[in-house]
């Protein structure tokens, strides 16, 4: 039986993946295709890293594309016709994962170990778009100063 999962305490405290945990919420409740599985984490304010399970498959067997704000990663094994199996019980079955990137994310690299390919995520927020202090204006002291000026260039 398939439990439903609540995404929400991950919503409030992960910026940037709005659109990524839609995405799974959509799929919790669809009997759709969650090969190969994989694992959203966040290892710093705005580093992420997707680890996917990827048991079987090679480096050359395994494609990673990132385009505007989807990143696609598919698996294709290779047939190896030198091999007689008795039992073949290990997946290898082709692959196409997709994932949904905020605006502002970025992949920066790729690895893999022990089974796992962990690709590594950095959200990078424009500097125009970066939070900035705004000084009030309009207290007294750069008034008088800015008439004392006015009034210095219309004597000279």
Do not use: C
């Not at 995404?7 to 995405?23: A, M, N």
């Not at 090969?35 to 048991?55: C, H, M, Q, S, W």
């Amino acid at each position: 039986m398939r439990s439903a999962f609540d995404f929400s305490p991950f919503r409030r405290s992960t910026i940037g993946f709005d659109r990524l945990f839609d995405l799974l919420e959509n799929q919790t409740g669809n009997t759709g295709e969650n090969y190969p599985p994989f694992d959203l984490v966040k290892t710093g304010e705005n580093d992420y890293r997707i680890d996917i399970a990827v048991a079987g498959f090679t480096r050359e067997e395994i494609d990673i594309t990132a385009q505007q704000n989807q990143l696609v990663v598919t698996g294709r094994k290779r047939d190896d016709e030198e091999v007689d199996y008795v039992h073949r019980g290990i997946a290898t079955r082709a692959f196409e994962r997709r994932f949904g990137l905020a605006d502002h994310i970025r992949v920066t690299d790729a690895d893999m170990a022990d089974g796992l390919l962990s690709i590594s995520l950095v959200r990078e927020i424009p500097e125009a778009m970066k939070p900035r202090k705004i000084a009030i204006g309009g207290d007294e002291q750069r008034q008088i100063e800015g008439k004392a000026s006015k009034k210095e260039k219309t004597d000279a």
